[in-house]
């Protein structure tokens, strides 16, 4: 994937919108680098609040998990030491980048990470995948999974090896000898019928 290193991060929270109220209740983190998890991070976290009965049944994370968890405030410290100053990529990388910004902000901290969406890339990439969820994808490709879902670092460790794949399919396809973060970036923007157009673009351009 080349050298540079990115944090895959995973977010389950109490809801769906962190500008009403909606706190993160555990958080998974994988580095990769060089087609390999090098790491990990995981924790759940205390909300200060109660998890309603659909979240409970979802996430299999219950309030009485979350009672005995650290506060969120001690996680996300040490969460921003894991990510340090790496690329960042989510499968639906808007809804997790709120939610971290949401809870960097309740600490005085500010994120200067950049986001890639591995959902976003891989509806470019696999536009012949049934859809486009991490669940499916992960099928699609007959990717590493323990059959474990909407668990943080379960979930960041399968977008880990869709990412990685997607990386090595690209190269593989259209012949890039390396594929930079800015590429998979650009990628989620382009319209998909200009896909084949951009990446022989891309690759006559780095040579």
Known sequence: MG????????FETTGLSSNMGDRTIEVGAVLVRDNEILDRFQSLMNPGMKVNAFIEEYTGITNKMLSKAPPVKE???NLAKFIHQHH?????????AKFLDAEFSRISRKRKNEF????????????????HKLETLVRFKKLKTDGT???ALADAEMT???WLRMISDIKS???????SFQ????LGRIPKKKVGEFMKKSCLEKG
């Open 3 to 10: 050298n540079f290193p990115a944090v895959i991060i995973d």
């Open 116 to 131: 890639a969406c591995s959902m976003l890339a891989a509806r470019r990439i696999y536009q012949d995948a049934p859809d």
């Open 183 to 186: 590429l998979m970036q650009q």
């Open 88 to 96: 960042l990529v989510a499968h639906n990388a808007s809804f997790d």
């Open 75 to 77: 996680v996300m410290t």
């Open 149 to 151: 879902y909407h668990r």
């Open 160 to 162: 880990a090896h869709l």
């Open 173 to 179: 396809e259209y012949g890039f000898k390396q594929v």
